[in-house]
């Protein structure tokens, strides 16, 4: 139970509550454990009683008993409820509380952390693990306690009626602990099994659905429901092999159990023939161990739940251990002036080894718009990467007016950007909704539709029926591809940022639409600093200086009319962007 440790703290954060339920689990019990010694009582004095001679009294003392029973029984139970609304909902604010640390952790987790991770594995952790680590803290701690009250409560009660017989019952109960011991490792390893699995399926389930245009523009339905067959198989069979286990682990702890019981039968048998126990205290005995059968045969049930929720949490503690390597290393504000350079600076993608940059030197001014030409894979987006510090450059150092990128006060520095991304993701949520998330408090519907006048977008959403209520499909899917680039550059306009980046979010509108949008760029009234990524030309050519990347290096930097004058990779580039626009 190592990786349960980390679980301890919750404990003490509800430690009133869960003193609570200990208490009222000890209450329960002791009320009980009463009632067989009633029974006992009972039928001792109906023995005495001469029923022929006494009726009314026997049935007085039988009314009496029974009375006595039933008053127990609804204490017990009144306390039992209490029990549960103690512990389980204890369970229940401790399962929030985890959900809420993982969400949180994996905020602050970086961006190369995502790049080695699934999205369903992640899914899986925050909601099928969390969930099984619940059943631990709730039933699986409650009954463990309600087994070692209930236990020692009865063991003292028999031990009161016969110390002989409560030996002869206690004698499976090693054997028992054997098989606990033995079964419970195999429990684990099957427990984890299956929960990885279960990761695989939720891969699996969000990869179809997110990509279901793609699947049925392919007509993959066969190919992508055998994928899933498979993995529904291979769960199923982990899972059924986690069942044959639980499966014969219960009969062998009910025979056990069931021994015990014919043990107390037989035994106490030969000890009221010989009058060393009396009828009444043979039969409180068989209660008393019939109270114990269902905590000792919980025993496998709870402890497959407490080895299910040890590999839970084992998943869990390893994203939870997982620091991220980009961390805000300081609290003082930061202003957002100057220039960024970059002074021979490499980058190195760590999950694939692929070297994205190497050696790149230039300066961005502040205030002036730089473009970054280059073919696909050359570099592009890593440059926009490293300026958002999503990742740490390996070699060289990045320069915010003369401080080091990654000694400056990340929060705030993040503050002051925006980011329009190469792949536009919107929220299934109103178009107000979407854009207004870029803005870093509330923003009035006067504000949001500049925004979108800005981007040239608002004058489509007019036609719409709902407007800015306008809800969106799951990423914008009932937008074109040209709209739902403009609602995000709108959210990235609504931050009034004092640097932009754009990853080559204009290559789903046309030339007359781009031409307006740059345009309305270059009057921001906060004339921000813009770095604009684009494999196009025209993107570019307002630019006051321009990047060619081939192969992680710069080939080309200058102007656009020195880099014409250069007649190398730019003006080649747009010799031929120029003839296809022709044809």
């Not at 139970?77 to 809420?100: A, C, H, N, P, Y």
């Not at 279901?212 to 392919?218: E, G, N, P, T």
């Not at 219960?250 to 030969?270: A, D, E, K, N, R």
């Not at 805000?328 to 940059?357: C, M, Q, W």
Request: glycine share 6%.
């Amino acid at each position: 139970m190592k990786s349960l440790r980390s679980l301890n703290k919750y404990f003490i954060t509800y430690k009133w509550r869960f003193l609570l339920g200990i208490i009222f689990t000890v209450i329960s019990n002791y009320f009980a454990v009463k009632m067989p010694k009633y029974v006992q009582v009972s039928i001792d004095g109906l023995q005495k009683t001469g029923v022929s001679t006494q009726l009314n009294d026997a049935l007085w003392l039988s009314l009496k008993i029974g009375g006595l029973y039933l008053l127990l029984s609804a204490t017990k139970g009144f306390f039992l409820f209490l029990m549960r609304q103690t512990i389980i909902v204890m369970s229940r604010w401790i399962e929030f509380d985890l959900k809420q640390s993982i969400y949180r952790h994996y905020q602050t987790l970086d961006t190369d952390f995502y790049k080695r991770n699934r999205i369903g594995d992640l899914m899986n952790r925050i909601s099928e693990d969390v969930g099984q680590v619940r059943m631990y803290l709730g039933p699986g701690v409650m009954y463990t306690i309600n087994l070692l009250v209930l236990t020692i409560f009865s063991l003292y009660q028999m031990a009161q009626i016969s110390g002989k017989l409560t030996l002869f019952a206690l004698i499976p109960l090693p054997f028992m602990s054997l098989i606990i011991y033995k079964v419970s490792n195999k429990i684990n390893k099957a427990s984890k099994s299956v929960q990885e699995e279960q990761s695989h399926i939720s891969t699996l389930a969000q990869e179809t659905f997110s990509g279901i245009r793609l699947i049925k523009a392919y007509s993959q339905f066969g190919p992508s429901s055998d994928r899933m067959e498979r993995a529904a198989n291979s769960y199923r069979e982990k899972s059924m092999k986690l069942v044959l286990i639980n499966a014969l682990f219960m009969p062998t702890i009910m025979l056990l159990i069931g021994l015990s019981t014919l043990l107390v039968i037989y035994v106490g048998g030969l000890l009221t023939e010989t009058h060393q126990l009396s009828l009444g205290g043979i039969v409180a005995f068989i209660f008393y161990v019939n109270n114990l059968t269902w905590p000792f045969v919980s025993i496998g049930w709870v402890t497959s739940i407490i080895q299910r929720a040890e590999a839970s949490q084992q998943r869990i503690n390893e994203f939870l251990n997982t620091k991220p390597s980009i961390v805000n290393p300081s609290e003082e504000a930061f202003d957002l002036r100057g220039d960024i350079e970059f002074k021979h600076v490499s980058f190195t993608y760590s999950n694939t080894g692929i070297k994205a940059l190497k050696d790149v030197n230039f300066v961005i001014k502040s205030g002036q718009h730089l473009g970054i030409l280059g073919k696909t894979g050359s570099g592009k987006s890593s440059i926009l990467h490293l300026i958002g510090r999503q990742f740490d450059p390996n070699e060289g150092v990045i320069q915010i007016n003369h401080q080091a990128l990654n000694t400056i006060n990340l929060q705030d520095y993040r503050s002051q950007i925006a980011v329009v991304p190469q792949e536009v993701f919107l929220f299934s949520d109103t178009i107000r909704n979407n854009v207004a998330f870029g803005a870093h408090e509330h923003v009035s519907d006067e504000a949001i539709i500049s925004a979108l006048t800005r981007s040239h977008v608002w004058h489509n959403i007019e036609e719409f029926p709902d407007r800015l209520d306008t809800q969106l499909g799951e990423l914008g899917v009932n937008l074109s591809g040209g709209q739902k680039q403009r609602i995000s550059i709108a959210r990235a306009l609504i931050r009034n940022p004092r640097l932009l980046l754009m990853d080559d979010c204009l290559s789903a509108v046309d030339t007359e639409t781009e031409e307006i949008i740059l345009n309305e760029l270059r009057l921001l009234p906060q004339a921000p600093s813009i770095v604009m990524v684009s494999h196009r030309i025209s993107t570019l050519r307002n630019c006051e200086q321009i990047i060619v990347l081939e192969d992680g290096e710069i080939m080309e930097m200058g102007s656009p009319e020195e880099l014409m004058k250069l007649k190398g990779a730019y003006y080649e580039t747009y010799l031929q962007q120029l003839n296809e626009d022709q044809a």
